[in-house]
């Protein structure tokens, strides 16, 4: 082949070895970009048709991806500007949003997406739970679900004080005299976390640390791992009567689902982090605490059930929520009306799990929204004060 049918050619060509599929044609080819190209490659070549439905999964855990990876990118962009010290930080976030050009986006961006973020792993749990997905063999892999929700509250949590306003100042002072009701290991547990007695420089460097380094390595770690079991458990569970036979080729059709959920994201993230600016409070001062102090909203539930009983709402309720999480998976075994939404076979389990998620919803929406100063109740119609 002469220079200029080389040149003629180049797109071809480098696709062609970018994607390892030269040697193919037709369908084959297609089952070949997925099996033979490195990112395509946490596809199964096919896939059964039942697990594309959008009413099956939602997208839910594509979501949480791909607002992990949003977070990641403005994350990175965040760090070439904040310092993490109790006489910058504040400083940074000031030059982030009235200096540093598109500064104020890019916080606003990855502050909703955060939240986002929180949302969207808690709904895809919920997705799961109702669906029976976390049955043999998922087991596991619902475990590894439930240390990425760990992992994506303590990345939320460790963000939270970076500001370093009294918002960020309170909230973790709140959320980490929480962790001080467990029985024999609380206070050790607060003082690792904060690195002394309070909320100081020290807290700072650690939740920094956390939340650069190394949680966001464990959750890409474990996010990989959380992908490549679901392959491995024979993809999404589906009712048992479903032949694989109906399987169909998975590309092009997963990559465009993924990218039109990626788009999603962007045209609902981008306007919002446009439009609306994260919360900054004045600069932190351990002197005056707001009141009421907050922990951030996914913990205000503790923080009201905490409101009632220090060791029933603060450590009793939640072990016991974590522990049914551990072993859901080992003692609900039985394969009736996996893979369907609240199946009838399942109504004991399906009845369990909404009387759960509303008493959540219920103690969170009151720990938010109805608790004024000294952490009376207040209907939103009397006008509750807000924070002092
Ligand atoms: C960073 C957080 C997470 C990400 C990125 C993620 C991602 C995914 C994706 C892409 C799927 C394929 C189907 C779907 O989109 O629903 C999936 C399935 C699954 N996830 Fe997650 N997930 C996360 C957190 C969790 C959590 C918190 C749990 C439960 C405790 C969980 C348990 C499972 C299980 C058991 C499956 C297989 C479900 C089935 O076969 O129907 N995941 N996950």
Redesign the pocket.
């Known amino acids: 082949m002469g220079l200029r049918e080389n040149l003629a050619q180049l797109p071809r060509h480098f696709a062609d070895s970018f994607f390892r599929s030269a040697a193919f044609t037709g369908a084959r080819r297609q089952a070949a970009l997925v099996a033979n190209t490195w990112f395509l490659h946490i596809h199964p070549a096919r896939m059964h048709p039942y697990?594309l439905r959008v009413t099956?999964?939602?997208?839910?855990?594509?979501?949480?991806?791909w607002?992990?990876v949003i977070l990641s990118a403005t994350g990175i962009l965040l760090m070439f500007y904040y310092i993490p010290t109790t006489d910058a930080a504040y400083a940074t976030m000031q030059d982030l949003i009235f200096v540093v050009p598109f500064g104020r986006l890019i916080r606003n961006a990855h502050r909703w997406t955060a939240e986002g973020?929180v949302v969207?792993?808690?709904l895809?749990?919920a997705?799961?739970?109702f669906?029976?997905?976390?049955k043999p063999p998922?087991e596991f892999?619902?475990?590894?679900?439930?240390?990425?929700?760990l992992?994506?509250l303590a990345l939320s949590f460790t963000g939270y004080l970076l500001p370093w306003d009294q918002l960020a100042y309170w909230a973790i002072t709140v959320g980490t005299s929480i962790a001080a009701y467990f029985p024999l290991f609380g206070d050790l547990l607060r003082a690792l976390l904060l690195g002394g007695e309070t909320v100081t420089e020290q807290t700072l460097i650690r939740f920094y640390v956390l939340h650069v380094v190394l949680l966001p390595f464990l959750?890409a770690l474990?996010?990989g791992y959380?992908?490549w079991?679901?392959r491995k458990?024979g993809?999404?569970?589906?009712p048992r009567a479903l032949p694989t036979t109906e399987n169909v080729l998975s590309y092009p059709r997963v990559l465009q689902i993924e990218l039109a959920i990626l788009l999603a994201l962007l045209i609902v993230f981008l306007p919002l982090a446009y439009r609306f600016d994260a919360p900054l409070g004045a600069p932190a001062d351990a002197t005056h605490p707001p009141n009421p102090a907050k922990a951030p909203w996914y913990f205000v539930g503790v923080q009201e059930l905490v409101s009632y009983s220090a060791v029933w709402g603060g450590v009793v309720a939640p072990v016991l929520l974590f522990i049914a999480?551990l072993f859901l998976?080992y003692l609900d075994r039985d394969p009736r009306g996996v893979?369907a939404w609240f199946a009838p076979e399942r109504k004991g389990m399906v009845a369990a799990g909404s009387v759960i998620l509303l008493a959540l919803v219920a103690v969170t929406i009151i720990g938010a929204l109805l608790r004024g100063p000294n952490w009376a109740f207040y209907w939103p119609w009397e006008g509750w004060p807000g924070p002092k």
């Not at 892999?141 to 929700?149: A, C, Y």
């Open positions: 697990s099956f999964t939602f997208g839910l855990g594509v979501f949480a991806f607002l992990f973020m969207v792993v808690a895809h749990l997705r799961v739970f669906t029976g997905g976390y998922r892999n619902w475990l590894v679900g439930v240390g990425l929700l992992l994506t959750l474990l996010i959380h992908f079991r679901i458990d993809g999404l569970a589906r999480l998976p893979g």
